[in-house]
């Protein structure tokens, strides 16, 4: 997608989107921009840096339901979030440089800009994330070491851009194919607080 290109620097290589749901479009003097009751997926999304073929984002597939959104007044209340199958592959250089910075070009505020318009308002339900493995290499240091998280599950509830609300978290882990990390309970962005149950086994 062109007008995605100073924003998004990787290459997609392979993936399927689909959109079901009720839209209203209007153009006239009070414009509207919405959508109801709307089910989007992605599916085999397989991403690269541009002019490598080594993955470094794959996903089985992703789903979003939305409740309803007004594009134009920046809301989303969002029913469910499923991730399943996402594999990511992270490696810091010896430069230090990290690859999946490569991936996107996030630009400066516009200091001319006066009226961003309406901070944005989303609430999500529910978040699943299913069957992810996260492998983070470390080639900054002498002796380069490398993690790999596999069989993850996570499940957020009341999330959302309302960052003193309350997340009920669970998540569990493998750890380098021995150990296990597991967490449950609750926890909030600001202010900062969290009550975990927090449990590790060969890590």
Do not use: C
Not at 106 to 121: N, R, V
Not at 150 to 174: H, P, W, Y
Not at 184 to 197: I, K, N, T
């Amino acid at each position: 997608m062109p007008f995605l290109e100073h924003l998004f620097l990787g290459a997609v290589r392979s993936g399927r989107f689909s959109f079901d749901g009720d839209y209203h479009i209007a153009l006239a003097a009070t414009p509207v921009m919405q959508i109801d009751h709307a089910t989007l997926a992605i599916d085999e999304l397989n991403v690269t840096v541009r002019d490598a073929e080594q993955p470094l984002v794959q996903l089985r597939r992703m789903q979003m339901d939305i409740a309803k959104a007004d594009a134009l007044q920046r809301t989303a209340e969002i029913a469910k979030i499923a991730l399943d199958g996402l594999q990511i592959e992270a490696t810091r250089d010896a430069d230090g440089a990290i690859n999946l910075l490569g991936l996107v070009n996030l630009p400066a505020p516009d200091a001319a800009e006066t009226d961003p318009g309406p901070a944005p308002s989303v609430s999500i339900a529910l978040f699943e994330l299913n069957d992810a493995r996260v492998a983070i290499n470390d080639e900054s240091n002498s002796r380069p070491a490398r993690v790999v998280l596999d069989q993850i599950t996570v499940s957020a509830t009341n999330a959302g851009t309302d960052l003193d609300r309350e997340i009920g978290l669970k998540m569990n882990a493998r750890w380098n194919e021995r150990g296990s990390l597991a967490a449950e309970g609750v926890v909030r962005a600001m202010p900062l607080a969290a009550r975990l149950d927090v449990k590790g086994d060969a890590i």
